[in-house]
């Protein structure tokens, strides 16, 4: 008789029904922290450049005061990126050390998300560098450490969909999907190791009032339970996919 039902998640677990929950809190903090950003933070002051300065291949006379907004929400994508990308490193190891599928199909749920994260903190941080930097691009340390992240990401999803055998695909993706790991602490710490980049070093210079403070931590918090909540409910609709194909094995036994 098969067992591999058993192997499955069981249904109806505690997250499954805090994810909308959690969603919904989340909505309403992220909310709040955009409210906050654009009618209780103030600018910040020396948004505006003295003279013309030369970034990237550009030379930038004016930065736009309310683009220093997009702060708010670029580093609490960021954040979450990177705690996702933890998660699905955490099960890559777990599945490498066991070869339970449900420990690769966590860590595959925990890329996509990432993956999500990530592409939302490009387009915040490109936002961000045009209208602060003048450019859209620049080969400056901390983006270009965190293209070079966003492209592993992508490549983790495009092996996985490039091999046929299941233990196969499984090893090679959690391979990479460490990998992928391996560069969040180089991104976060590049501007530290780096002092010339022209990206900032917030929280170490002291840069940040109370109040942009409690509008990150807003955002963050709800960006966290966000990213909690559609790592839920999409681990739910595989799990159940998985459940429905198990099943049909064992009427077809």
Sequence with gaps: MSTKPCKLPEAGQWPDRAAPIALIV????????FLMAFLVVPPVGGATVNGA???????????????????????????????????????????????????????????????????MTMITGEMWTRFEWGVWWTWEPRLTTYLVLMLIVIAYLVLRNMIDEPERRATFA????????????????????????????????????????????????????????????RFRQVRLTQRVEALKEQLED
């Design 174 to 233: 959690a391979v990479v999907g460490i990998i992928a790991f391996v560069d969040v602490p180089i991104c976060l710490m590049i501007t530290r190791l780096i002092p010339s980049s022209i990206h900032p070093v917030v929280v170490r210079e002291g840069g940040m009032t109370p109040e942009m403070g409690l509008c990150v931590g807003l955002v963050m918090v709800g960006m966290l339970a966000v990213g909690f909540a559609l790592y839920r409910l």
């Design 26 to 33: 989340g909505a309403v903090l992220t909310t709040a922290g």
């Design 53 to 119: 300065e030369l970034i990237g291949d550009a030379v930038v006379s004016n930065k736009l005061l309310m683009s220093q907004k997009i702060f708010y929400f670029h580093m609490p994508v960021a954040m979450v990126s990177f705690c996702a990308l933890a998660f699905a490193a955490y099960y890559c190891v777990r599945f490498l050390m066991t070869r339970e599928q449900r420990f690769d199909t966590c860590a595959r749920i925990a890329m996509e998300i990432s993956l999500l994260f990530v592409v």
